[in-house]
Nanobody
Framework: QVQLVESGGGLVQAGGSLRLSCAAS????????MGWFRQAPGKEREFVAA????????YYADSVKGRFTISRDTAKNTVYLQMNSLKPEDTAVYYC???????????????????WGQGTQVTVSS
């Protein structure tokens, strides 16, 4: 069982930066690939970024590539999402998710994730 708690959301002006954190409980964190998803008002939840168990492989949605960076610190049981050059269209609730234990890749589909955080709001003003 993995419990996830996101933090770091808030209100920022366009062009600004935020860093989201996702703290994971449980001793199996190193066995889980991790991902970030987001859901804007009136839209379906969408994939943002993913990282493999080792941290050696990452993958990004085209809409955030070059602006967002996902990373993980196994010693701290935490995964991060550094968001730069934020745009109003990045406004959404951001969710952290943990893949089922095992696997050697990153994952981009919601159904591939077993555990979800409660979400943190990110609002980008123009």
């Amino acid at each position: 069982q993995v419990q996830l708690v996101e933090s770091g959301g808030g209100l920022v002006q366009a062009g600004g930066s935020l860093r989201l954190s996702c703290a994971a409980s449980g001793r199996t964190f190193s066995r889980n690939a991790m991902g970030w998803f987001r859901q804007a008002p009136g839209k379906e939840r969408e994939f943002v970024a993913a990282i493999s168990r080792s941290g050696g492989s990452t993958y990004y949605a085209d809409s955030v590539k070059g602006r967002f960076t996902i990373s993980r610190d196994t010693a701290k049981n935490t995964v991060y999402l550094q968001m730069n050059s934020l745009k109003p269209e990045d406004t959404a609730v951001y969710y952290c998710a943990a893949h089922y234990p095992g696997g050697n890749s990153y994952y981009t589909r919601e159904r591939e994730y077993a555990y979800w955080g409660q979400g943190t709001q990110v609002t980008v003003s123009s």
